[in-house]
């Protein structure tokens, strides 16, 4: 065991202490207890700037051991990384906002083609409701008991230049279908000034082959871009029920009589736009009730499957054959489904226009009963059989009785003297989105919705009894019409056919 | 119409079996007679097998219903189906009739 004692001297101590460099330009110096200066700053020191000066009092031996550093020294290292970063950083921002500015640049073309696309179909949809508003009310066969009507149209694109209308005056029904030629706005455009012409031309004149020279004059007349439309234009006397038509190059219409179905042997005449002088004439066809005239254009026949097959004249005539006794708007629907199935997902190729006139068998929806309350027990059994053969939502059928109950035993009790016999009349109808109604008698004259009704917010004890019949009725039906007419009192009552769930 | 009345104790139960439309308000004045003279005890008119009832009928039970708050007895509709239950409704009869199951 011994002791190892290390002297050493000053001299090698103040080497030592100068030979720490921990920076490039820093220094030490060694500094005793009494001030004296052991090892000083280098003669010609190479700090420039500020320094800082780190200080430590050396245990035991009462020395200050200071280590002086310029500041530029210090932070070298780190100004150098931090440029370093800087220049990462710099070069990142360049990249994104180049490329901002590209897909911005792009964004800015994109949006203005977007604008303009928007707008052009902001105005095809407004071209399409207007030509849509084109199309015949649905109301009118409400107002017409032997008339059953329906149409329907499918533009392949948002405008078509398929047409069909049907409107009645002086109890006659003049009805349309055609084609223009092409498709689109052109098409569209046509179209809409041949059926502002067939509105014009037949309000005076009722006889399809005038009518059809008429139309072909003005369209032929100033036709540069040389289109023209296939027409079939017909006139139905209500009174007769005879059908006058004429066919400028359209397709035959489907007659179907007693269920069988058969295309209408019709002669064509020349399309309408070709020959300013073409002469058109007309045939006659006599409908009996339940008779059919189904009209359609070459968007049915046509109608492609995905192995190119075409729906054709015979197919159309197969889907007629199973119309039975279907309403207009169920033959329609047929139709539809038939050439929907047939199709089998591929897209719409041409417009696709139906138009079902149905002559309407309303003896077995008229029922008349005498003025003898008892009458009345035959007003279900009717209401059912009606129901049966319209397969109407046989929900409506509670409330619907209970409505014409209290307007029939208003006519049966008040319309006629006492002891005077007479008679009232229903008439049962269904149109496209209602039930229709209708209940006349040549009693006294008398409008039962002017009649009192009973005040129901009042307490019990202060109501009247009475006028909760009329109530009934004005609650249950959508709509109520009373008109005196040719010595009848002709009550008009709607129910809205609302969609079945 | 088909109406049966029966009693028990203080209870007069009158069950009402079919329509109750304008024929049927006509010819069951007399029937409903016994109902009108017992007005001061209670009475149940029992509606399940009543599928319709029209104004007139209405009328019926409203007059047998005046009778009844006049000799103080009290009145009471069994089993009144959605349909009819919908013509109470309309006519805001819903709440004037105590209606039971």
Known sequence: MGLIIADITLDTLASIVRSVKLYPHSYCTLVSGDDTVLVGPPANPKTKGKTHAFSEIIDGKNLTLTLVV????MYQRLRRSSLFFALVALTGVFTVFFISFRSIQHLWQLNEVRIKEQHIEDELAIARNIQQSLLPS????ATVNTLDIKGLQIPAKFVGGDLYDYYIRDNKLL??????????????????????LFRTLSAHDDRPESIMQALNASISDNNPDIMFITLFLGVMDLSTSIVRYCNAGHNPPIIIKDGRAEYLDTEPSLLLGVDVKAKYTADELAFSPGDTLFLYTDGLTEAENPQKELFGEQRALEAASQFGTLTAEKQIEQMQQAVHVFVNQAEQSDDLTLLAVRYNPVAGFTLTLTNDINELNRLEPFLEDFFNKNSLDPSLLSSLDLALEEALANVIMYAYPEGEKGEVTLTANVADNAICMEIKDKGMPFN?????????????????IGGLGIHLIKEIMDEVTYAYENGHNVLQMQLYRKPLP | MDITITEEGNTINAVFDGRLDTVAAQQITETVEPLLQNAGRTIILDCEKMPFISSSGLRIFLKIRKEVEAKGGNMQLRKVCPEVRQVFKMTKLEDVFDIIE
Do not use: W
């Open chain 1, 448 to 464: 039962p919705l002017q009649q009192q009704e009973a005040n129901l917010d009042v307490p019990l004890k202060e109501r009247q």
């Open chain 1, 70 to 73: 310029p500041e530029s020294d």
């Open chain 1, 138 to 141: 649905e109301k009118l066969s």
């Open chain 1, 175 to 196: 009805f349309c279908i055609g084609d223009v030629s092409g498709k689109g706005v052109p098409a569209a455009l046509l179209m809409a000034i041949a059926h502002s």
